[in-house]
């Protein structure tokens, strides 16, 4: 039964999913829908959402994705709805196997599947003059990497300035008459007749401070904190947490002149990707790969479920990333910008993903519950990356769909909650994250070249 209009619906995690959630249904004339979220401050400081920057790419192996991102950069370059958020670097994807086809690099797959959607892109192997010089400004010292090194361009995505571009839909979602209120951690749902058993059906949420709201639908988009707060659901194989690490380098005004118009560049060989300084002049760097994994046991029971470990739960010590991920860190940056290896890291962090096993993202109802929808599993975990927050303006509109039973039913059980992973995502089915070691982690020495 989907919602009436006039039907409260509460959504739980003001990130990506569901502020762009909550746009979508006011857009649609739903007119009571309520955004809650654990952090006081919006957007929550540990979000994984809430960043300088994110990449913005249609380069993906499965051509769903492509289409998606691609509705996802038209809106996203209307500057009067999204001001400066998105930045058309281009994006210089290289290497990587895919598990459905190992014989086949990920990049040729993206390739295939860009110049299908008509993207506009520029094709190199190793060595290839002409595209250095048509890509990277000529006074950037380029290292050895490229010449190993064969990819492409594309020339139609880019970064998007995300924890603004959150900001900015949700003051659409206020304008609309949406709620969006922060302090509300949602602790457990409610059920009709006070049961706990996932087959009856949820009738609202369960609030830190011991009240509780009611609502007709309570779609969960609480990113990576959502199997170890909703434990009964069980959701351990569908959205595990992993930290993936993060950092800056603080360039001189004179340096971000000369890599202001340098692309994107990820490496799938190497699971390093590296952005373009921002308006302060700062360089996000990142691992992409298995990640550490946090487990915790919960109240209720024994069972470990991995949980982010970030500043909002464990002060400056969250943001701390294991020390061998520096070091890998340091020479993936020797080996693309060797003038940028000599600087120190200014700040990192371990950012969480909220991964499936085949990396497609999970939104849907819980069956049987009717009353209870999920929206999460960014899964920026491996090779497949369908992360989420590059599709922000267009998101919503999935979970909507999802939310009417208007999904094309063949998409609908790609994303469904109980679906069955048949095709495992590659680093999910080999490489698993290891623990997080906290006497492993980098201290500021580690940041030091
Ligand atoms: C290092 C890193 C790099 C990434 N790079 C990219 C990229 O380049 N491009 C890209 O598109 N994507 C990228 N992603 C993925 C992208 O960030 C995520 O897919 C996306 O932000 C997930 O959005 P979300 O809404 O699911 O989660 P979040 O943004 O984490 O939002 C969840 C919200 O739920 C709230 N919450 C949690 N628990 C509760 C509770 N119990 N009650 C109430 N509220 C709660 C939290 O406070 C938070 O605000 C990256 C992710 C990481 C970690
Ligand atoms: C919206 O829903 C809440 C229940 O979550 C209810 O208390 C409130 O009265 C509703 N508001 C309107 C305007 O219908
Ligand atoms: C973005 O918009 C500009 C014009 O405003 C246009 O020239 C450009 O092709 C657009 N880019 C994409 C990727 O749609």
Known sequence: MVPKHSESIIIVGAGCFGISTAYHLLQRGYTNVTVLDRSEKLPAPDAASTDINKIVRTSYSDVFYTQLARDAIQEWNKSDEWGDCYRGSGVLVIGGADDDDSEQPYSSKAYANDVAAGVRTLRFSSRDAAVRAAVFPPDVQIGP??????????????????????????????????????????????????????????TG????????MSARLVVIASGSWTASTFRELDLCGNCLSTGQTVATIQLTPDEATRYKDVPVVLDFYTNFYIFPPNDDNVVKLALHGPGVAHYTTGDTDKQPVSTPRTISSHGEDGLRVPRSAVRRLRSSLRDVYPELAEKPFATTRLCWYTDSPDSDWTIGYYPPDSGLLLATSGSGHAYKARKILGFLPVIGRIVADAIEGTLDPAIAQKFAVDRKHTTLDLLRGTLKPVDLATEQLCTPEDLIP
């Open 205 to 212: 949420v369960r609030l830190a401070d011991g009240s509780s």
């Open 145 to 202: 990497w490229l010449e190993r090194a064969s990819g492409y361009v594309n020339l139609d995505s880019g970064w998007a300035l995300a924890a603004r571009g959150v900001e900015k839909l949700m003051a659409r979602v206020l304008a609309l008459g949406g709620r969006v209120i922060g302090g509300k951690a949602v602790t457990g749902l409610v059920r009709e007749d006070g049961t706990t058993t996932t087959t009856t059906t949820t």
